[in-house]
């Protein structure tokens, strides 16, 4: 909690609401945990003029040198979004944005064409190797192959030769634009069309970059795949697009992580993920999102304004998404599975953490068509300091989805009484054979779970690490092994600072 | 009365029956011992007519009635009756309701006459002795917040109310102390006679020391792989599993 | 939809000229302060317009249908025949009765005789007519018409209803039945808008009984709104039965008031209608308080039944629990939104809500959007939605006990619904339900 924060709360108040000396000193550290990945880097932009109009999709498709269909696709995008109304029943506020004082296009100064890694500008290098994420293959994350993008535009892509070899393709979405037009006319927009919503169409009118997945039939991913995101120009709204692709029978699983710089200025983050998983095939997708979530006051942070989607379009196919989002100040996202195939699988597993004045309000949307179809949703959501969290999931079995089972469980954690906890589950049952069971709880740390841990000698605050990480085990075995780590480590600085 | 003639069954695609035989004629009292996941109590559910079982092969033949055919109900009306492992709660569901409407179906499939409300309850108040229940478990709802103790010796007490001609215990001395265990033991001895057979699924002797099997089998991974008197049990009380396996080459 | 708006339009022309009607025929009382609260409503409802299913509150529920009918405001003193009144009474308590004719108060029909001259059940406009203080003091403050156009619209119609002031220290001896009938009698579908007021003194008991019906096949709406203030201590149970005709349009909303330690406890019953929407908002506005909520509808044919519950938890050491069930058979689409707020000073509260619900047929549909919205960190709350079908288990116990697989069905159904009828305290009522909603199951 920020002093100025603290201030207006009368000291005899403030010990009843906070109760110990030491609790409070916790607190108090918790909330005033700084972002660690706040820093720029100064490096040659390319942008675009400020604004958004047809001739700046017309400037962004020419940059990236798009075959036609992709720029008739975009504009007619953007015709419909300027048609569309921003939508307003998330529980978030924000002030309103003005989509005219943003750029739409900023890419790091490419001096020539890249022959191989190791001609990526060393800032860049150094970028990536700051955050953690080298893309040099020698220093590489064990057994992930990376696709760092920054500022929308992609970097550079690892072990992509090494891929190849089983015939999986994974590059950025400019890449596959160039070289593999068919699957990107055949795919984009078949999960999320740019009909679907103001910030689908949005991103599909001015979308930059991303990452493109393919994976051959009967194909398993040798590796994790994984995007890296960071945004870093300024003013800059960043849009990029995943599509990801597994045929009959493949298997991957998929990693995105995310970071942006401290600026006092709110930035737009307006992604899109597509899933296709035909016949058998199994895709899971993690997520550890840590956009700048804004400072103590509630001032800058990104707007996260995100559409993910998969469908299961065939037999026996199964999507699995997996997020911890502890970053943004504002989130707006719900990653769904349309399970179309007979006996497909959708699951969603989240933690969301916010802090100071962050607000989230995200969940899932798992729409039962197939026969047999099962989801499963598990979701954590944790307020701290002045946070609003929500969750908001849709659970709809069609009239012919026999036998369709769902669990729900969607718990929710306060960390003193200052923020809010908000559930809205839907469900709608068309289908009597369905089996439908929704449960949500709200609770807070126990004092005696606390207590219990201080007598056996552990500190209040990683106390209420070892609790909180606890509460979201569920979650967490669900990320692969690397990332349930950092998601940890990411939790407790998250919560630096924050209890009650 | 029951002829099991190498049936086969498995749950989700995982084969747990691999081929069982087993003959119980009239006033005989079996006794089917195994270690945990042999398939007892698959066997048992088999038996019963639970839907979420796959037939592989196999028949099974109830005096001479293909069973296997039968819906649950019509075994329990043909005089099957299972004592259930976990026998399930019933919210909102009478026992005395539950047990009347119970008698009364099984006895107009026999042909008999339906007992009225005092009938019923002249019946139940006698059987009830039979295993030491207290009446007021009569109005409360099948099962609901009964002790571990109360369901089993409740499953007993329908037994003695419906009379089956076979009766199937399912692991009926699991979670009991050794009074409700004497008890229950009483009840089932109390009702058996020439023209009743008892399958008893049990994982340890201790319930064969109550009830005394004139046959016993063990079961290994889905098969009948020994079978013999009542000193098998204490032989493998003795013994454990493990010999047995070894006897008949079977992984443990 | 441009169709929705001419309707809207439409309607909101039929308020203001109906309104203008039911003030000429007002007389003096149009002199009264009520009536500047009617003419607010009646305001503010041209401004809301209907409901539509963009409005998140209605989102599965479309109005529209309704309003295709020609409304003409209900005959305010139709003849009824004492005996047509006795099949809607209960064994037992046919001498408590308060009879609501097309939303007025019958003195004729009306048997319940009280001695107490502090009790007061009576006519509501009667008591707008006395000024009397509680009136004056709760009447149309609690149900909202700024926000809520049903509760506009009632309360722009609000001649007459039911008041019911039991001062402090009084237990009632018997259950007061409010018995509503809507009698139509042209072609036109009449609009009932009971009102009921009841103020509960402090430390005082009382058990309340609303039923709504039909004498008469008909596409009426009843639109009825009531307002039951707790004080300090008191204990009611408020049972609400909606048994109107198959064809009939029911909205109501019910709005609780509590003050410390009062025990509120709700029986929502819906049998009857063809769209059915019930409103029951529940505020917690004083320390230990509770509130027990509970609901039953069965539906059949084309039925549509939805219910909003929503449970303001303003103050810390409240509990609420809340229970609905429905059976949905047919084509029939059920609702439930169950709302469970708790504010920022509502430290220790316990707020317990499941809805559960069985779908007999494909062609049934039922939404439930069970919410929490929490703002207090030392709080236990839960909320849970099934939906499904009887639980299987059970069905092959039965079964294997040799119960047939219909009758089991029929015994689990019941069971299911038993549930709910179990926790009504009144037993008159109890026992009628209970061989009402089995005569459903044995059909």
């Not at chain 1, 498709?61 to 008739?72: D, G, Y």
């Not at chain 3, 019911?164 to 579908?189: Q, Y």
């Amino acid at each position: 909690m920020s002093d100025a924060a603290m201030k207006e709360l009368p000291k005899s108040d403030y010990d009843d609401k906070f109760g110990s000396q030491e609790q409070q000193e916790t607190i108090e550290r918790i909330t005033k945990s700084e972002y660690k990945w706040g820093w720029t880097t100064d490096i040659e932009m390319e942008t675009a003029p400020k604004g958004l109009n047809e001739e700046i999709i017309h400037f962004i498709s020419q940059k990236k040198n798009e075959p036609a269909f992709m720029l008739e696709w975009r504009l007619k995008a953007f015709r419909h979004w300027q048609k569309m109304e921003e939508p307003r029943w998330p529980n978030v506020q924000y002030n309103n944005i003005d989509y005219q004082n943003a750029y739409y296009y900023a890419a790091p100064k490419k001096q020539k064409q890249l022959k191989s890694l190791d001609e990526v500008d060393p800032k860049l290098r150094e970028t990536f190797d700051k955050l953690g994420i080298s893309i040099t293959e020698q220093k590489r994350l064990t057994g992930v192959a990376v696709d760092a993008v920054m500022d929308s535009v992609s970097v550079a892509t690892t072990f992509k030769a090494e891929l190849a070899k089983h015939g999986i393709i994974f590059c950025s979405f400019s890449e596959a634009v160039q070289n593999h037009p068919e699957l990107v006319k055949k795919y984009i927009g078949s999960v999320v069309p740019y009909t679907d919503n103001f910030y689908a169409a949005l991103n599909s009118a001015v979308f930059s970059d991303g990452s493109f997945c393919y994976i051959p039939k009967g194909v398993r991913c040798p590796m994790e795949l994984s995007t890296y995101f960071r945004i870093n120009a300024a003013n800059t709204g960043q849009f990029e697009r995943t599509l990801i692709v597994a045929e009959e029978g493949a298997y991957v699983s998929y990693l995105e992580g995310c970071t942006a710089p401290m600026r006092d200025e709110n930035q737009l983050h307006a992604a899109v993920v597509e899933i296709v998983a035909h016949k058998g095939a199994e895709v899971k997708y993690s997520t550890v999102q840590n956009w700048y979530p804004g400072d103590a006051e509630g001032k800058g942070g990104i707007y996260n304004f995100v559409t993910k989607r998969g469908i299961c379009l065939d037999d026996n196919a199964k999507i699995s998404w997996t997020q911890v989002e502890t970053g943004s100040a504002v989130t707006w996202k719900y990653p769904s599975v349309i399970l179309k195939g007979d006996n497909t699988v959708g699951e969603f597993y989240s933690v969301a953490l916010t802090n100071n004045f962050q607000q989230a309000d995200t969940g899932t949307k798992m729409i039962h068509l197939g026969k047999n179809t099962r989801s499963t949703i598990i979701s954590k959501g944790i307020s701290a300091g002045k946070s609003q969290n929500s969750y908001r999931g849709l659970v709809r079995v069609g009239k012919n989805a026999e036998n369709a089972r769902n669990f729900s469980q969607c718990d929710s954690l306060l960390i003193g009484d200052r923020c809010g906890a908000h559930t809205f589950p839907y469900l709608e049952v068309h289908n009597k054979s369905a089996k439908i069971e929704h449960e949500a709880t709200t609770s807070k740390v126990g004092e005696d779970q606390i207590f219990y841990c201080n007598q056996r000698g552990i500190s209040t605050e990683d106390a209420i690490g070892i609790i909180v990480n606890g509460y979201c085990k569920e979650v967490f075995k669900e990320l692969p092994m690397e990332f349930a780590v950092e998601a940890q480590k990411l939790l407790a600085i998250s919560l630096e600072g924050s209890v009650g | 009365m029951l002829e099991i003639k190498n049936l086969e069954a498995s749950i989700e695609g995982n084969k747990i029956l691999r081929g069982i035989d087993l003959k119980v004629n009239a006033g005989e009292v079996h006794a089917i011992m195994g270690p945990n996941g042999s398939g007892k109590s698959t066997l048992a559910n088999v038996l019963a007519g639970r839907e979420e079982y796959e037939i592989d092969g196999g028949e099974v033949l109830y005096n001479g009635d293909d069973l296997l055919d039968m819906s649950p109900e019509d075994r329990a009306r043909a005089g099957v009756f299972m004592a259930f492992q976990y026998p399930v709660e019933i919210p909102g569901v009478t026992n005395a309701h539950f047990l009347k409407t119970a008698l009364n179906e099984i006895r107009e499939a026999r042909g008999e006459e339906k007992l009225d409300a005092v009938e019923f309850l002249a019946l139940v108040k006698e059987r009830m002795k039979l295993v030491e229940l207290d009446q007021k478990l009569l109005n409360r709802s099948v099962n609901e917040g009964f002790s571990g103790g109360e369901k089993k010796r409740n499953e007993i007490f329908q037994m003695a109310v419906l009379e089956p001609k076979l009766t199937i215990m399912d692991e009926t001395d699991s979670g009991l102390d050794i009074d409700a265990l004497r008890i229950v033991s009483n009840g089932v001895n109390k009702l058996k006679n020439p023209n009743s057979a008892t399958l008893v699924i049990t994982h340890y002797q201790r319930l064969l020391n109550y009830i005394v099997p004139d046959f016993v089998h063990v079961l290994v991974n889905g098969r009948i792989v020994e079978s013999g008197g009542k000193e098998l049990a204490l032989k493998l009380e003795e013994h454990g599993y493990d010999w047995v396996k070894e006897a008949n080459n079977v992984a443990a | 939809m441009p169709q929705r708006a001419i309707l809207d339009h439409e309607f909101i022309d039929w308020t203001k000229s109906s309104f203008q009607l039911l003030e000429n025929g007002l007389n003096g009382s149009a002199r009264l302060p009520f009536h500047g609260v009617r003419k607010a409503a009646v305001a503010q409802f041209a401004k809301l317009g209907l409901p539509t299913t963009r409005d998140e509150e209605w989102k599965y529920t479309n109005v529209l249908p309704i309003f295709k009918n020609q409304f003409a405001l209900a005959n305010q003193e139709p003849v009824v025949a004492k005996n047509a009144i006795d099949a809607f009474g209960f064994e037992g308590l046919r001498d408590k009765m308060i009879v609501l004719v097309n939303g007025r108060f019958s003195k004729e029909l009306s048997t319940l005789a009280i001695d107490d001259s502090t009790v007061k059940v009576g006519s509501l406009s009667d008591a707008i007519a006395r000024g009397e203080k509680a009136v004056q003091e709760h009447l149309s403050r609690y149900a909202d018409f700024n926000s809520e156009p049903f509760v506009a619209l009632n309360t722009a119609f609000t001649l007459d209803g039911t008041f019911i002031h039991i001062p402090d220290d009084i237990s009632m001896p018997h259950p007061i039945h409010l018995c509503h009938i809507v009698v139509a009698e042209d072609a036109a579908a009449a609009i009932a808008s009971p009102r009921t007021l009841m103020v509960v003194g402090k430390n005082s008991q009382v058990h309340l009984i609303e039923s709504y019906h039909t004498l008469e096949e008909s596409a009426h709406l009843t639109n009825a709104v009531t307002e039951v203030v707790l004080e300090q201590g008191a204990t009611v149970e408020h049972i609400k039965m909606q048994l109107e005709s198959k064809s009939a349009y029911h909205i109501a909303a019910s709005t609780v008031h509590q003050a410390e330690k009062s025990c509120f406890s709700s029986v929502n019953i819906d049998l009857g209608g063809a769209i059915v929407r019930n409103n029951l908002n529940v505020v917690l506005n004083g320390e230990n308080a509770e509130s027990h909520l509970y609901g039953f509808f069965r539906t059949t044919g084309s039925q549509l039944i939805d219910n909003h519950t929503f449970i303001d938890h303003a103050v810390p050491n409240c509990e609420s629990n809340e229970l609905y069930k429905g059976i949905l058979d047919d084509s029939s689409k059920g609702v439930f939104n169950g709302k469970v707020l708790v504010r920022q000073d509502a430290q220790k509260t316990n707020a317990f809500q499941e809805s559960k619900c069985l779908l007999l047929t494909d062609d049934a549909v039922m939404y439930a959007k069970p919410q929490l919205e929490i703002f207090a960190d030392d709080v236990k709350c839960s909320h849970g939605a099934t939906v499904g079908q009887l639980d299987e288990d059970a069905q092959f116990y039965l079964r294997s006990r040799g119960i047939g697989e219909e009758k089991a069905n029929s015994i689990l159904r019941h069971a299911f619904a038993s549930d709910i009828f179990e926790r009504i305290e009144v037993a008159e009522v109890r026992d009628m339900l209970e061989s009402l909603v089995f005569e459903h199951f044995n059909d």
